[in-house]
């Protein structure tokens, strides 16, 4: 069983939908959990990042952390064509020496006009 | 633009050679990791380097090393390359200190071994 669980879809939503991507883990010492947009053939975009449990908002995007659960969650609100890449969900320990990320095999996100 | 200079973009080679990949972090990071990106394995840690000095290490085969100069930039050496090193070979960098989350990937080398 791998760490970090996540469907690779392919995910299809209309232009302007509400897009919900989720990983599940395994390691209950994970405290920080990242969200990263991957164009093809493009290195890894940081989207956002959240700090244990809790929920964190950026623009259009919002990362939820339910730790209890191992469970985290990035929604898309009016999703738009551009958005669509593949989303890779990551996580560490958060040492303060180390910082070796753990990724979810990404879902791929299509937005059709 | 993450800031992370990865050189070259695309590599092509034989199996038995040795490559090397370099990266340059962004402006002021001290740590720099480097990920192996493959279909079957999605993206994987190979190690990291803070400093100058190794922090951290992932399934990184033996044949791989790399190495983090005074001027911080990376270099990976892939050697005796076998047929299914072929994949895509990121560096990311951080502030580190507390910062070791919050890592900025380059453009990516993709490396053909035929």
């Known amino acids: 069983q791998k760490e970090v669980e996540q469907d690779p879809g392919p995910l299809s939503v209309p232009e302007g939908a509400i897009v919900s991507l989720n990983c599940t883990y395994s390691?209950?010492?994970?405290?920080?959990f990242m969200w990263y947009r991957q164009y093809s053939r493009k290195g890894p975009e940081l989207l956002m990042y959240t700090y244990s449990s809790g929920n964190k908002e950026d623009g259009r995007f919002t990362a939820q952390v339910d730790k209890s659960s191992k469970y985290i969650s990035l929604f898309i609100r009016d999703s738009q064509p551009s958005d669509s890449a593949t989303y890779l969900c990551a996580m560490t320990v958060g040492s303060s020496n180390t910082g070796k990320l753990i990724f979810g095999q990404g879902t791929t996100l299509q937005v059709k006009p | 633009d993450s800031g992370v200079t990865q050189t070259p973009k695309h590599l092509i080679t034989a199996t038995g050679q040795r490559v090397t990949l370099r990266c340059s972090p962004r402006s002021g990071d001290l740590s720099v990791y480097w990920y192996q990106q493959s279909l079957d394995q999605g993206l994987q840690f190979l190690i990291q380097?803070?400093?100058?000095?190794?922090?951290a290490k992932g399934n990184i085969l033996e044949r791989f090393s790399a190495q983090q100069f005074p001027d911080l930039h990376s270099e990976l050496n892939l050697s005796s390359l076998e047929l299914g090193d072929s994949a895509l070979y990121f560096c990311?960098?951080?502030?580190?200190?507390?910062?070791?989350?919050?890592?900025?990937f380059g453009p990516g080398t993709r490396l053909t071994v035929t």
């Open positions: 990311a960098s951080s502030a580190g200190q507390g910062r070791n989350h919050e890592q900025y």
């Open positions: 390691n209950s010492a994970f405290q920080y």
């Open positions: 380097y803070y400093n100058g000095e190794e922090r």
